[in-house]
């Protein structure tokens, strides 16, 4: 784990990451929106696709499967997000999105989810959270106006995924908003989970 920020701040920002994140970039533009109270702490994914996947599926692009290890993940997690005092936010970009948004279905402990382009698309992920109520006060959901624009017919559907996902949340009471960002699923991934933090720093207090 590395720490970011403030570290005596009491707001904690948690990321699953992997190599393609700029965080410096990101917590520079966190401090711009939302100043300098909070401090993050960055997991680094060893598998990306083995840890943060809720189930395993089949591979979608590539060859690589998904192999089920977020459970294995959560319980890393929740082993340092234990102190009283602390207001934990889970976050993070594309899986990682999915990955706080099925970890707030399974716990109470983060106050909010920033879900910036999360992974949408995988499978039965919108028949799970129909059916296990997000634990949290509010999320903040992203996703570039292009991601839907491709062949691949899995990830076609993202557009509608998410859209769906927004409607739950918004049916369970909890503060919401989706957010349409220009271009595709790679662009400014550190501007765009940098604006969902920011969201959901905003949105937590006051709301049961």
Not at 11 to 18: A, S
Request: glycine share 10%; proline share 4%.
């Amino acid at each position: 784990m590395t720490v970011y920020g403030n570290p005596d701040s009491s707001v904690v920002l948690v990321q699953m990451t992997g190599e393609h994140e700029d965080l410096a970039s990101e917590v520079s533009e966190i401090r711009r929106l939302a100043g300098e109270n909070f401090q993050l702490w960055a997991f680094e994914a060893e598998d990306w696709n083995r840890d943060l996947s809720p189930w395993e599926a089949p591979a979608v692009f590539g060859k690589e499967a998904f192999g089920g290890g977020a459970g294995k993940t959560l319980e890393e997690v929740l082993r340092v997000c234990c102190v009283p005092k602390h207001t934990y936010i889970l976050g993070g970009y594309s899986l990682a999105g999915l990955f706080a948004l099925w970890a707030a279905a399974q716990t109470d402990v983060f106050a909010g989810v920033a879900a910036a382009s999360p992974s949408a698309w995988f499978p039965g992920f919108t028949q799970y959270l129909s059916e296990h109520r997000v634990r949290c006060r509010a999320v903040y959901l992203s996703m570039g106006d292009r991601e839907a624009h491709t062949r691949n017919p899995v990830m076609a559907a993202v557009g509608d995924r998410i859209r769906e996902i927004h409607g739950m949340l918004l049916s369970q009471g909890i503060r919401t908003t989706l957010e349409w960002n220009p271009g595709n699923h790679f662009m400014e991934p550190d501007v765009r989970t940098a604006k969902a933090f920011a969201w959901a720093m905003g949105h937590i207090d006051g709301f049961l």
